[in-house]
């Protein structure tokens, strides 16, 4: 056994296949191997010892004459050297090393008289197994489609070892698939395909380089080029490679028949398309009603045509999917130039609009303003020491109340008093009786109102805010103390509210400014970055006509240029330097850094309540 073993081993080292010609079986340190059949050289299972490495080189280099060297054959020639040589090795795998040794050389183990393995054929899942009669109706097709091939050098085909005819698609075999086994089988003797082709002379010969070792689809594919390259060789007719039907009835004209598309009356060929009789004949029936139908059509517009004396016009239709005779852009041209030239003159217009915008000159005082509030670094720290946070997250009314001496350090007493809310309107009709002057904060929606009224006073979270356009939706009085009066009012453009009721928010703001007694001034935010929009000018001129007292104030400056707020600035001025009602000078702030601010409550605290004498 322990010989044995060894030799197991020692056989490993070079390949599984036993494709060893004569080799002792013992143990023994001068037996030498040689290999008649050197396919497989590379070691697997690469466990042993080193003198065993060496004994293995040594057998390496004395290949040569390895034929007689042995005393005795290890295994008989008649018999088959892999056959008893596989055995073996399965034997001494399963009882030495407890290895599935069948998995390893094959589940059969039966070789044939030359020493190979059988290839055993095992039908995939699925697959059918064909009936004699199909086999035999195939078999005459593939014979047919053989000698066709053959005439064009190509190969031919078999059935399987066991047989019978397999198919993964169960009732028929792509002819494809029919034309791969028969090759194979053919393939049994491959030197007969190479002979026929050499046969013909023309194409390759015993000493191409399409040798004995190419697989057949190589060499075949190489005969083939070698015919289409040749032009000598090249068949006169031309090759016509007809797709032959597998059913016998069918024939080669099997395949035709089975094309829906080309006509077919024969209520056999619908019986075969619809594997039920009646669902055949039905269809049989619809066909004949729909031929009916067009001849009556046709009847019908040849005797209209008769009637009238002339040929009836044809409607002309355009296909909805064709977009072949239309234009696809409403303004576009054929060419494309319209489209083009629109872009171009809105270009022109914007970059006129930033040219002309650029080319404002503010003038000394504003500029003044702007480099006092603005300017510097140094500016925005002594805004910071003053108690504004810059960095105050929106909405504002996250922040918490500040305290009382926050607020005394505000400059002006009025706005050193606790903002309360006191009354909320939707109605012109739920005002509140005026008691304090009135300071009221309009413009559009998100342009900063609720904000400033939080800035001003310093008293975050007072004055409700949002990032989202509309917040604001009823007219919010606050008192400063007894000084003054803060009116928060809805704004206007677009908010995230229903048209109906922004209308109605913008004729409360209306109805307010124009007719509210108490009120001494609008203070009409402007967001410094957009400037005035049409809707900021209709509210002026309702204020021009109810003579109401307003100011401009520009917002969230922080967020341009501080050049860019006195251009601002400088721009409404001159847009409104005839406008009467109109109080000077536009205010700049920001609620966010507080910029602007200290100059506002000084303008705005002169409209407070005088303290009696
Ligand atoms: N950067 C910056 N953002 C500001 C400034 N003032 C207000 N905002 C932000 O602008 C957004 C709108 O502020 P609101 O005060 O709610 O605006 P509003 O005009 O009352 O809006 P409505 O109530 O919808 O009419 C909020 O996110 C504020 O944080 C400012 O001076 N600078
Ligand atoms: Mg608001």
């Not at 269809?283 to 040849?302: F, G, I, P, T, W």
Request: aromatic fraction near 8%; include cysteine; charge should be positive.
């Amino acid at each position: 056994m322990a010989t044995e073993k060894s030799g197991i081993n020692s056989k490993r080292v070079y390949g599984d296949r036993g494709d060893y010609n004569n080799a002792q079986v013992n143990g023994d340190s001068e037996k030498k191997f040689s290999r008649s059949n050197s396919r497989d050289t590379s070691p697997r299972n690469t466990f042993h010892s080193n003198a065993e490495v060496i004994r293995n080189v040594e057998k390496k280099h004395s290949r040569s004459n390895s034929r007689d060297s042995g005393p005795r054959p290890l295994f008989n020639k008649e018999k088959g050297y892999r056959r008893e040589f596989t055995e073996k090795l399965t034997r001494l795998d399963t009882e030495i090393f407890g290895l599935r040794s069948k998995r390893v050389y094959g589940d059969r183990g039966d070789y044939n008289e030359e020493g190979y393995r059988n290839k055993s054929f095992t039908p995939r899942k699925g697959w059918k197994k064909h009936n004699d009669d199909e086999i035999s109706d195939r078999k005459k097709l593939y014979d047919k489609k053989n000698s066709d091939r053959e005439e064009f050098g190509q190969g031919s085909g078999n059935t399987r070892r066991d047989g019978n005819v397999y198919s993964k698609f169960g009732g028929r075999s792509s002819p494809g698939r029919v034309e791969g086994r028969v090759r194979n089988e053919e393939g049994l003797d491959n030197s007969r395909k190479r002979k026929f082709r050499s046969s013909r002379g023309d194409v390759g010969s015993e000493n191409s380089s399409s040798g004995g070792k190419r697989s057949s689809h190589r060499v075949e594919a190489k005969f083939r080029n070698d015919d289409v390259n040749d032009n000598r060789l090249r068949p006169r007719e031309k090759p016509t490679f007809k797709r032959v039907g597998t059913r016998a009835e069918g024939g080669k004209d099997g395949f035709k028949n089975k094309n829906p598309s080309k006509k077919s009356g024969s209520t056999e060929q619908v019986t075969e398309k619809y594997s039920d009789k009646r669902q055949a004949e039905a269809a049989e029936v619809l066909k004949m009603a729909a031929k009916r139908l067009s001849r009556y059509n046709k009847d019908k517009e040849n005797a209209a045509e008769a009637r009238d004396g002339k040929p009836k016009k044809k409607k002309m239709g355009i296909h909805p999917l064709d977009i072949s005779n239309k234009r696809t852009v409403d303004d576009v041209s054929a060419d494309g130039d319209t489209v083009e030239k629109k872009v171009d003159v809105q270009k022109d217009v914007e970059v006129s609009q930033n040219a002309q915008f650029r080319a404002i000159q503010p003038s000394p005082s504003i500029l003044k303003f702007v480099e006092d509030n603005f300017l510097g670094r140094r500016r925005m720290i002594e805004f910071q020491r003053a108690g504004y946070n810059i960095d105050l997250p929106a909405p504002l009314d996250n922040v918490p109340f500040s305290t009382s001496t926050e607020r005394e350090r505000i400059e002006e007493s009025a706005f050193r008093n606790k903002l309360e809310f006191f009354a909320a309107a939707k109605v012109s009709s739920s005002f509140p009786p005026v008691d304090l002057p009135e300071i009221a904060f309009a413009g559009r929606s998100n342009v900063g109102k609720s904000s400033l009224l939080n800035a001003l006073t310093r008293q975050w979270g007072v004055v409700r805010t949002s990032d989202k356009p509309g917040l604001t939706q009823t007219i919010n009085f606050f008192n400063l103390g007894k000084k003054l009066s803060l009116v928060d009012l809805p704004g206007y453009g677009f908010a995230y509210a229903k048209e109906e009721v922004k209308d109605a928010w913008e004729e409360l703001v209306q109805e307010y400014v124009s007719t509210r007694v108490g009120l001494k001034r609008v203070c009409l935010l402007i967001d410094t970055k957009w400037g005035m929009k049409p809707r900021d000018h209709e509210l002026i001129d309702l204020m021009e006509r109810s003579e109401t007292n307003y100011q401009i104030v520009l917002t969230k400056t922080d967020l341009v240029f501080p050049v860019d707020v006195a251009r601002r600035a400088m721009q409404i001025e001159n847009t409104l330097k005839a406008n009467k009602s109109l109080v000077q000078p536009v205010m700049m702030v920001s609620s966010q850094t507080g910029a602007g601010m200290r100059c506002l409550r000084t303008v705005l605290s002169k409209l407070s309540r005088l303290p009696k004498l």
